[in-house]
């Protein structure tokens, strides 16, 4: 696969733009696979982020774009992230207003489109001819849609074939037909799509791609079915033989406490003792007291797909055990809101820090006994990862990657972790019991650490299989061309 040139569309891409996940791993990807030969680039929505001095930034010209019935100019912003190219593509549709995402499709839809489209142009005109077009999520879906259709018979597209990794199912970014039609793409007919979502950014780039994947084994047998499918169940089953899961790595050079300059104290295995500096700075910070329990940490987008519901459940068992919570967040105001209150309802024993901070998201991983996951559905998630690779041992629910991540210690002699099944209360607050028992047994634990801190989640295995997904991709695509 060495020589493949793989052109990725997202949203977030860190270190320039990370929201989630999503930022982390299309900043790790695309170096993994650069290790493996490939020449990647990286293509971004350019909404006026602001790019750290130590980028050298160039401004290409990219001409113009057709859209709406007149053309609208293509900017470019080129940079170097970790040795991979990433070009920032903008023009009056994407606002300059420095937001990611914004709170509808009346704005986003023809951010979105206008970039997937406008990107496909500034390949063309750096002469960037992908063997692959890889998409992630639903944002650039129209890329895929359009690659499908009109790229079809365009010379320069006819060899590229078409991959979406699906990041969340939830997120289909439907109704976007008026900014299809801004693009010159007829909204979509497929039968397969129910109605709804027929112009929908991730149900096209479902129906378009040649081979689709999502970010663990267990999250891509999930969406075939009812529950978790979102509605789009159908439409995945129908390409079943092409939708896999690949489970997420970690990148251990950007997540790595003995190399993490933001931490009170720096550690690693060896070094374990020195960690409960990191327990008693994050206190401090806090504003926690000390305490013999055990402190519980939950970093995430507030969202319904999170569990705070049962986090908020569970709060008083917590206090009664004499554990300790901090949950660091960001997103919708209602679940704040109910956090804080929460906060305020058992000050000394939980503290709850509104908005994206990455430097105390380290420090909370790096102090912290137990990192919570107990979401609803979790295609991978990289908290329990990266709680384990500090030494915070995961409690997760049964669900998507954290179930492909983290083994329980009861059922397993090689746990690295608490796993709990339903959706309740109850089965968190046994699995919380559980926890705070272990911690009381202070070798026990240490030796939980320890192999939670050794599992091995580097890209390396995910980006082998990119690889093949790459190659399947490029020989179904050349199959279809012959047919
Ligand atoms: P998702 O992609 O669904 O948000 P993941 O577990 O895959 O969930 O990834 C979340 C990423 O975002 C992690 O790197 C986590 O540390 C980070 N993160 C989430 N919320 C915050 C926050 N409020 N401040 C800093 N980092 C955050
Ligand atoms: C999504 C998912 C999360 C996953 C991340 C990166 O935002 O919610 O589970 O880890 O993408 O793939």
Not at 155 to 161: H, K, L, V, Y
Not at 275 to 298: D, H, I, W
Not at 330 to 347: E, M, T, V, Y
Not at 385 to 398: D, E, H, K, S, T
Request: overall charge positive; proline content about 4%.
């Amino acid at each position: 696969m060495g020589g493949l040139k793989v052109l990725m569309l997202a949203a977030e891409a860190a270190p320039l733009v990370k929201v989630g996940g999503l930022g982390d791993v299309v900043g790790a990807l695309p170096v993994a696979l650069r290790r493996m030969g490939m020449d990647v680039r990286v293509m971004l929505p350019d909404n006026g982020l602001r790019v750290a001095d130590e980028y050298k930034v160039r401004r290409l010209d990219a001409g113009v774009l057709a859209w709406g019935g007149r053309s609208e100019r293509v900017t470019v912003r080129c940079l170097k992230v970790n040795g991979c190219l990433h070009y920032l593509v903008g023009g009056r549709p994407i606002a300059h207003d420095g937001k990611v995402y914004g709170a509808d499709m009346v704005g986003d839809a023809p951010k979105f489109v206008f970039f997937a489209l406008a990107a496909m142009r500034v390949a063309e005109r750096l002469l960037f001819q992908p063997d692959v077009l890889h998409v992630h999520d639903a944002h650039p879906g129209a890329a895929l849609y359009w690659l499908g259709t009109v790229g079809r018979h365009h010379r320069f597209w006819q060899g590229t074939a078409g991959v979406l990794t699906i990041h969340n199912l939830a997120y289909q970014f439907n109704g976007a037909a008026d900014a299809l039609k801004d693009g010159g793409l007829e909204p979509g007919v497929d039968v397969r799509i129910p109605a709804y979502a027929r112009s929908g950014l991730l149900a096209l780039g479902i129906a378009n791609a040649d081979y689709v994947n999502t970010v663990s084994p267990t999250y891509a047998r999930e969406i075939r079915m009812a529950v978790q499918g979102a509605g789009l169940q159908k439409l995945l089953r129908a390409q079943r033989t092409r939708v896999s899961g690949i489970l997420n790595g970690l990148d251990g050079s950007v997540w790595n406490p003995a190399r993490d300059a933001v931490i009170a104290a720096e550690f690693d295995v060896r070094r374990l003792a020195r960690r409960k500096l990191n327990s008693s700075a994050l206190r401090t910070e806090l504003r926690l007291p000390a305490a013999a329990g055990p402190l519980f940490a939950l970093v995430a987008r507030l969202d319904w797909q999170k569990g705070l519901d049962l986090v908020v459940g569970v709060a008083p068992q917590l206090h009664a055990l004499g554990a300790q919570l901090v949950v660091l967040g960001s997103g919708s105001r209602d679940i704040g809101k109910q956090l804080q209150a929460l906060a305020r309802a058992h000050p000394g024993s939980v503290a709850v820090r509104l908005g994206f901070d990455e430097a105390l998201a380290r420090r909370i991983y790096a102090g912290a006994d137990v990192v919570l996951v107990p979401s609803r559905y979790e295609p991978c998630g990289l908290t329990q990862l990266i709680g384990m690779r500090y030494g915070a041992i995961p409690l997760v629910r049964c669900t998507g990657g954290l179930a492909d991540t983290v083994l329980d210690v009861a059922s397993n002699a090689r746990g690295t972790g608490f796993v709990f099944g339903k959706y309740t209360v109850p089965a968190l607050a046994r699995a919380v019991r559980r926890a705070c028992k272990l911690f009381g047994t202070p070798l026990a634990w240490r030796a939980v650490q320890v192999r939670a801190m050794q599992a091995d989640f580097s890209w390396k295995p995910a980006a082998k299989q990119y690889a093949e997904l790459y190659a399947n991709a490029v020989r179904a695509r050349r199959r279809g061309n012959a047919a």
